[in-house]
């Protein structure tokens, strides 16, 4: 069982909607990182959350340290939004653990 | 200011050989942290440098190094090259690399490896 579990692996929406992307974790972790990642590879930092909630624009991200669960939201949906989206933990060695990413296609 | 910057963006190899990475951190920033990407396990944590020391390393074979200079350029080499190191090799900056920092991400090396 991988230590960083996302779900869905693939989302498919229609311009406008309200998207979850979820990620539960199995390790003791000293932050979360939300990363977006475009076609070509290049990756950008979202989010960084020891706790609550942050928000940015139409994105929002949430984390429950006790459950060990966050959410990313993304609020109003555009075919830009699509990206594949990755959750990444650090973990109490002080690497990044990343999980699988979720495919994200917003359709106009 | 200017971003990450990687070079080269792209690279092909045969088995066997070894090859060398490149990145350019953020002016100011003296980590960097490099990652592998595959297709078939995703985003892995190969090594950071801080201050031109390793600071935390992967679990990856000792074909993988790496190093800092005191500009906090880094490299990373991958010696006798095989097949599965084909990936994408990212290299990320910040600024002291605590774990509240945000890092900032380079475009990548893509490598193939035939």
């Known amino acids: 069982k991988n230590e960083v579990e996302q779900s869905p692996q693939n989302l498919t929406a229609q311009e406008g909607e309200f998207i979850t992307i979820n990620c539960s974790y199995s390790v003791g972790i000293s932050a979360l990182h939300w990363l977006q990642q475009h076609p070509g590879g290049g990756i950008v930092s979202l989010f960084m959350?020891?706790?609550g909630k942050k928000k940015h624009g139409r994105l929002i991200a949430t984390i429950n340290i006790q459950e060990k669960h966050s959410s990313l939201h993304i609020t109003a949906s555009h075919p830009r939004d699509s990206a594949v989206y990755i959750c990444?933990?650090?973990?109490?060695?002080?690497?990044?653990?990343f999980g699988t990413g979720t495919r994200l296609q917003v359709f106009p | 200011k200017a971003g990450v910057t990687q070079t080269p963006r792209y690279l092909i190899k045969t088995r066997g050989q070894q090859v060398t990475l490149s990145c350019s951190p953020i002016s100011g920033h003296r980590s960097v942290s490099w990652y592998q990407q595959t297709p078939g396990q995703g985003l892995q944590f190969l090594f950071e440098?801080?201050?031109?020391?390793?600071?935390n390393k992967g679990n990856f074979p000792g074909r993988f190094s790496g190093r800092q200079f005191s500009n906090s350029r880094s490299e990373m080499n991958v010696s006798t090259l095989e097949l599965g190191d084909s990936a994408l090799y990212l290299c990320a900056s910040s600024f002291g690399g605590t774990v509240q920092e945000t890092q900032y991400f380079g475009p990548g090396t893509r490598l193939l490896v035939l």
């Open positions: 990444a933990v650090r973990g109490n060695t002080d690497k990044l653990i």
């Open positions: 440098y801080f201050s031109e020391t390793q600071r």
């Open positions: 959350l020891s706790s």
